[in-house]
T-cell receptor, first 111, second 112 residues
Framework: GNSVTQMEGPVTLSEEAFLTINCTYT??????LFWYVQYPGEGLQLLLK?????DKGSNKGFEATYRKETTSFHLEKGSVQVSDSAVYFC??????????FGAGTQVVVTP | DTAVSQTPKYLVTQMGNDKSIKCEQN?????MYWYKQDSKKFLKIMFS???????INETVPNRFSPKSPDKAHLNLHINSLELGDSAVYFC???????????FGPGTRLTVL
């Protein structure tokens, strides 16, 4: 089964709204955790990452905190823009480098 | 400068044909990967090479064969293409195994 669970989309928000995308993972040990973003028609871009428990990754106003006790890595942004419309993927990597992706959450931000 | 590049960006071909996708990275990374993204956007790893050595080989039909002529290149050859091979294929690289991966722009393969 899928070892990364993300909230299903699409998530539709108005500009300046608060965004949360929940992500929980199933993994042994202490994997590194990632959020990748895929803008329409483009490839995957690394948004942020965290490599150990309680680390907070942040970039472009997005944040996520590695919570080992709840095996979660929820993505948040305080005020979204239309340009944040994209598909967001939560992922973790095993010791071999296999990135295990969630199913992706489409975010649509309207003016 | 493009860090991870793929060619071609689009590939449309007939069932039964053989095709190749090329990937190059200029980041000096040791490890490269191929991922497949299906029509529902789900991403799954196919292969990984570390210093030209195959280290990940997922359950992929043997019609798919990766080749790494050097650390900076990882190509994907597909024989006898089938309709179900239609997808977007992404190449990625990382400084070393299990490190942060950087993705190419993808190759959209359409099999008719």
């Amino acid at each position: 089964g899928n070892s990364v669970t993300q909230m299903e989309g699409p998530v539709t928000l108005s500009e300046e709204a608060f965004l949360t995308i929940n992500c929980t993972y199933t993994a042994t040990g202490y994997p590194s955790l990632f959020w990748y973003v895929q803008y329409p028609g483009e490839g995957l871009q690394l948004l942020l990452k965290a490599t150990k428990a309680d680390d907070k990754g942040s970039n472009k106003g997005f944040e996520a905190t590695y919570r080992k006790e709840t095996t979660s890595f929820h993505l948040e942004k305080g005020s979204v823009q239309v340009s944040d419309s994209a598909v967001y993927f939560c992922a973790w990597t095993d010791s071999w480098g296999k990135l295990q992706f969630g199913a992706g959450t489409q975010v649509v931000v309207t003016p | 400068d493009t860090a991870v590049s793929q060619t071609p960006k689009y590939l449309v071909t007939q069932m039964g044909n053989d095709k190749s996708i090329k990937c190059e990275q200029n980041l000096g990374h040791d490890t490269m990967y191929w991922y497949k993204q299906d029509s529902k956007k789900f991403l799954k790893i196919m292969f990984s090479y570390n210093n030209k050595e195959l280290i990940i080989n997922e359950t992929v039909p043997n019609r798919f064969s990766p080749k790494s002529p050097d650390k900076a290149h990882l190509n994907l050859h597909i024989n006898s293409l089938e309709l179900g091979d239609s997808a977007v294929y992404f190449c990625a690289s990382s400084p070393m195994r299990a490190d942060t991966q950087y993705f190419g722009p993808g190759t959209r393969l359409t099999v008719l």
